[in-house]
């Protein structure tokens, strides 16, 4: 892949590719290797790669996740590998601690199906456009994304419901 992009392209476009056991472990993997690089850790390598890592480098575990490890004396991925599923699950308050558990681990994440129920955008304006005009330019600009978003995901409007 990065050859064919490196000849079709050429050099100014690189991109760092990473292979795992499963969707977590190939995007850590690469991370890891940005830019230009291809990382593919073999599972049985495992967590060796994975040790150099800061915690917030793992997707999903971001500054609240990180700080809330700490408080539970997990500082590093040394400390994470050792834990058991349960007990990411407890410290992350849901099934996501288990999944993430498993994902590092090398298995693969089976996530339930959901069913998506809204869409929406949020915007802070900004002081300047804080006013009638402004809110009602952003909320143009929020509806056509809200209604973008709808078209990829597959619905249509048949009839007006307000007459």
């Not at 990473?18 to 890891?32: Q, V």
């Not at 609240?64 to 700490?70: D, E, F, I, K, V």
């Not at 402004?134 to 809200?146: C, I, N, P, Q, T």
């Not at 709808?150 to 307000?162: D, I």
Request: charged share 25%; hydrophobic share 45%; aromatic share 4%.
């Amino acid at each position: 892949m990065k050859d064919v992009i490196a000849a079709g392209i050429g050099p100014t476009l690189t991109c760092s590719v990473g292979l795992g056991p499963n969707d977590l472990l190939a995007k850590i993997a690469a991370e890891m290797k940005k830019p230009d690089g291809l990382m593919a850790p073999h599972p049985d390598a495992l967590p060796g790669p994975l040790l150099s890592l800061d915690l917030t480098d793992i997707p999903g575990i971001a500054r609240g996740n990180a700080a809330r490890l700490a408080r539970a004396g997990i500082g590093d991925m040394a400390a994470l590998w050792r834990l058991q599923p349960k007990q990411l699950r407890r410290l992350w308050g849901s099934v996501e601690g288990e999944r993430m558990w498993m994902g590092l681990h090398g298995y693969t994440v089976e996530r339930p199906e959901t069913r998506r129920r809204m869409f929406g955008h949020g915007r802070v304006l900004p002081a300047d456009c804080r006013s009638l005009n402004g809110a009602y330019a952003a909320a143009r600009v929020l509806l056509a994304k809200a209604l973008a978003r709808m078209r990829r995901a597959g619905f249509s409007a048949r009839s007006c419901p307000c007459g």
